[in-house]
């Protein structure tokens, strides 16, 4: 079955600063890579996402890029406010049905 | 509207207990989701359904009972759980179970066996 792997596992950056958290898949089917952001005791929620027919999309202070030879996909915050602070799972997804999460990364941004 | 809404938020029951968790969307979606979630840990799948039919059981014990009684909802009972069954249990629901369609979570039922 699919591999996701995440990192890092922890990261902090100042405000204002870019944050950018890696994650590299197994399986080459894969073809749809969404991002979730879980604050603490909340639902995980979707911030963005991509498909492999894709390079790279942006959202406003988000941007995730997908590089399909090396099997890897970023997330990319940048000007991080406070509000950011949670944790962020990538995931691979190869029949829809079924999403492969990473391990997660607990964003800080100190103000 | 991404709204999946889960109840209780909240339950603790013993171990002898049988209790139900719901999940409702009134998205149109055709694809319902069960996932478990420890404590700094990714969601972990447990069931699926995809047009009101289980199509994927990812070899959850039988003291875990999904459920879907229509297009709209979903339920999952619980017998005779054990203490390390305690965890966020969540919901989530797709349009369909097709490759790459975006899933939305409810917010939870935060579960503790005692």
């Known amino acids: 079955g699919e591999n996701v792997e995440q990192h890092p596992s922890t990261l902090s950056v100042q405000e204002g600063d870019s944050a950018v958290i890696k994650c590299t898949y197994s399986?080459?089917?894969?073809?749809?890579f969404p991002w979730y952001k879980q604050e603490l005791g909340k639902r995980p929620q979707l911030i963005i996402d991509?498909?492999?027919?894709?390079g790279e999309k942006k959202d406003q202070r988000i941007a995730v890029t997908l590089n399909k030879t090396a099997k890897h996909f970023s997330l990319h915050i940048t000007e991080t406010q406070p509000e950011d602070s949670a944790v962020y799972f990538c995931?691979?997804?190869?029949?829809?049905?079924?999403?492969?999460f990473g391990t997660g990364t607990s964003l800080t941004v100190i103000p | 509207d991404t709204e999946v809404t889960q109840t209780p938020k909240h339950l603790v029951m013993g171990m002898t207990n049988k209790k139900s968790l719901k999940c409702e969307q009134h998205?149109?979606?055709?694809?319902m989701y069960w996932y478990k979630q420890k404590a700094k840990k990714p969601p972990e799948l447990m069931f699926v359904?995809?047009?009101?039919?289980?199509?994927i059981n990812e070899s959850v014990p039988s003291r875990f009972s999904p459920e879907c009684p229509n297009s709209s909802l979903l339920n999952l009972h619980l017998h005779a759980l054990q203490p390390e069954d305690s965890a966020l249990y969540l919901c989530?629901?797709?349009?369909?179970?097709?490759?790459?369609?975006?899933?939305?979570f409810g917010q939870g039922t935060r579960l503790t066996v005692v």
């Open positions: 998205m149109g979606h055709r694809a």
């Open positions: 989530a629901s797709s349009q369909d179970s097709s490759r790459g369609r975006r899933a939305f």
């Open positions: 991509i498909r492999s027919n894709v």
């Open positions: 359904y995809s047009y009101e039919k289980l199509s």
């Open positions: 399986d080459s089917a894969s073809n749809y």
């Open positions: 995931a691979a997804s190869i029949s829809g049905n079924q999403f492969y």
